[in-house]
C-alpha cells in the first residue's frame, strides 16, 4: 500500500515530518522503512536525515503486514464495549498489553487475538496487532482496540491531535503545592538506566494535567488528564515535581510500606469520536479493588 505527503513545511527531517503526517506509524517504523528503500522522492530512496523540501512529493510504500504469529489465549477479558470496528477493554493490573522478550504469553493482545481473530488491524505489524495505545502492565484501566485499519488510522490521528481525551487517577507521595496545575516538562529515555524515562532537555513534549481530588497525611489522590501520550508520562511527571506515585518500583522511593506490587494509577475514563460514525463516546472504569483499598485505608487514617 502507498501513501504520498505533499511537504509544505520545509527543513524537517523526512522521518520526523513523516511520522507526524502519518500517525500510524512511529518514528522508528519509519527509519526502518527508509532503510529498506521504502521511502522515496521522485523515485529515488532518501535516508532518515534528509531534510524537506518545499513542494516534495514522499511516497511511503507500506508492505503488507506479516503473518502474526501469536498464539491466541482464552484469557477472560473485561470488556466495556465492543461492535465491528473498535474494543474498549478494561486491562487488569499486571497484564502486559502485548508480547516483548520476557513477556511472550499471557498478554492483552494473545486475550484479544483469541476473542477477535482475524478481527483486528494490521497496521502495527507482528506483534502489537490493534493496540492503537498502551498503558503499563501495572497500570490499570481503559485501553481502546481497532479491529480494522481505517479505526486504527482515525484513532491514532486523534491520538496526535489530542482530540481522544484519556483521566487517570492515582495517589501520590504528600500534596502538589496548587489544586490544579499542569506539568509540562519533556520526556526521554534515562540516559543511565534504560528502564526509565526522565524529564530532559530535549526530550519529546510531554503535557500532564491534574487536580487534587482528596487530602490526607502524607498523600493525595488525584485526577490526571493527559495531552500527550509519552511512556511513563505520569509516573514521570509526579516523581519530577516530588510526588511521586504510591508503590511505583521506578519513580517512586526504595522503600514503600504499602507493597503493592505497581504503581497506584488507574486509567478511568476513556473519550473518543468512534471512527465509523464520529459519534463521541466516552466510557468509564470503576477504581480496581486493590485502588480502594487504598483508599479506604488513608480516609480512615484522616478519621
Known amino acids: 500500500m502507498k501513501q504520498q505527503i505533499v511537504v509544505t513545511d520545509a527543513g524537517k527531517r523526512l522521518d520526523k515530518l513523516i511520522s507526524e503526517q502519518l500517525p500510524e506509524l512511529t518514528r522508528s517504523a519509519v527509519q526502518h522503512l527508509m532503510q529498506d528503500g521504502c521511502v522515496t522522492i521522485a523515485g529515488k530512496p532518501v535516508k532518515k536525515n534528509t531534510k524537506a ?3 516534495d512529493v514522499i511516497t511511503v510504500e507500506l508492505p503488507e503486514p506479516k503473518e502474526v504469529e501469536i498464539e491466541p489465549e482464552n484469557i477472560p477479558l473485561d470488556i466495556v464495549y465492543e461492535d465491528e470496528d473498535i474494543i474498549v477493554v478494561n486491562k487488569p493490573k499486571g497484564m502486559v498489553v502485548h508480547p516483548a522478550p520476557g513477556n511472550w504469553s499471557g498478554t492483552l493482545v ?8 482475524d478481527s483486528l488491524s494490521g497496521i502495527n505489524g507482528e506483534i502489537r496487532p490493534g493496540i492503537v495505545h498502551r498503558i503499563d502492565k501495572d497500570t490499570s484501566g481503559l485501553l481502546v482496540v481497532a479491529k480494522n485499519d481505517r479505526a486504527h488510522q482515525s484513532l491514532a490521528e486523534q491520538i496526535k491531535v489530542h482530540s481522544a481525551g484519556r483521566r487517570y487517577y492515582a495517589v501520590v507521595y504528600g500534596t502538589p503545592r496548587e489544586q490544579k496545575g499542569t506539568v509540562n ?3 526521554a529515555r534515562h540516559p543511565v538506566d534504560r528502564k526509565k524515562m526522565a524529564v530532559l532537555a530535549g526530550g519529546r513534549e510531554a503535557i500532564t494535567h491534574y487536580e487534587v481530588l482528596e487530602q490526607y497525611a502524607g498523600y493525595s489522590y488525584l485526577t490526571f488528564l493527559l495531552e500527550t501520550g509519552r511512556t511513563h508520562q ?3 511527571h509526579m516523581a519530577h515535581i516530588g510526588h ?3 508503590g511505583d518500583p521506578l519513580y517512586g522511593p526504595a522503600k514503600d510500606k504499602w507493597k503493592l506490587q505497581g504503581q497506584c494509577l488507574h486509567a478511568g475514563e476513556l473519550t473518543l469520536m468512534h471512527p465509523a460514525t464520529g459519534e463521541r463516546m466516552t466510557f468509564q472504569a470503576p477504581l480496581p479493588a486493590y485502588f480502594t483499598t ?5 480516609r480512615n487514617q484522616n478519621g
Not at 494473545?110 to 481473530?117: E, I, Q, R, S, T
Open 244 to 246: 511521586p506515585i504510591i
Open 53 to 55: 523540501s518545499a513542494g
Open 185 to 187: 516538562a519533556p520526556i
Open 234 to 236: 505520569i509516573r514521570v
Open 294 to 298: 487504598v483508599l479506604q485505608k488513608l
Open 110 to 117: 494473545n486475550a484479544l487475538m483469541y476473542h477477535c481473530g
